[in-house]
């Protein structure tokens, strides 16, 4: 037997309209296609026509707003998601435009987990990149397995930076080096490895430390 639905129709910004099933999550549709359809407030349509709406008006919009979204920044999976929720209200539409553009490949959580760490593991220490990406919605398993085969963070990842860090010192004496270690600290790099670079640093310059 076909399930009836109650129309609803619900305005939002701009010029779309909300159609509200009542049983179902509802689907965009802008006041053109809802006039074309025939559909009124209060009227009924049934499941399968209802999903055929969807198919043909609300999964290509939400597939391409995911498109435009990623054409100006690429983002994690969840990123996206939260991007689409702000202009869709439909989470069966949102979900196949999320399918997608993973299936195109234009959104690979392992492969953005990668990259960010490639271009963030000098500026930042690995703890703070992990936590990052975590934020990001990365899911814990690809960033085990991303640590793992990065191994330790490198000194020469970080000695740029420091370089760059100390030049603001007119002498690198003991108190310039402590406040180094904190700021590189707050940043989740261990004292002992930004001890290490000083002393590098200072090597190749011929200082000394006071």
Excluded: N, W
């Amino acid at each position: 037997m076909t399930m009836e639905y109650t129309i609803h129709l619900r305005e939002t910004k701009g010029k779309k309209i909300y159609i509200d099933p009542e049983y179902e999550e509802g689907i965009y549709l802008y006041p053109g296609e809802i006039k074309k359809e025939k559909l009124t407030e209060g009227g009924s349509i049934s499941e399968e026509s209802f999903h055929a709406l969807r198919e043909e008006y609300a999964v290509p919009r939400a597939k391409k707003r995911a498109l435009g979204i990623l054409v100006k920044k690429d983002c994690t999976e969840r990123e996206l998601r939260d991007k689409l929720e702000t202009s869709f209200h439909d989470a069966p539409s949102i979900d196949r435009a999320l399918d997608f553009v993973k299936e195109q490949g234009y959104v690979d959580d392992d492969r953005y987990a990668r990259e960010y760490l490639f271009y963030k593991k000098g500026r930042k220490s690995y703890r703070q990149i992990r936590m990052e990406l975590s934020g990001k919605g990365i899911d814990g398993r690809i960033l085990d397995e991303l640590f793992e085969e990065a191994g330790g963070q490198r000194q020469e990842d970080l000695i740029p930076h420091v370089r760059k860090y100390i030049r603001r010192f007119p002498k690198m004496d003991a108190a310039a080096e402590q406040k180094t270690c904190a700021h590189f600290g707050r940043k989740g790099y261990s004292p002992g490895m930004v001890r290490e670079i000083l002393v590098l640093l200072r090597e190749e310059d011929g200082e000394e430390f006071c």
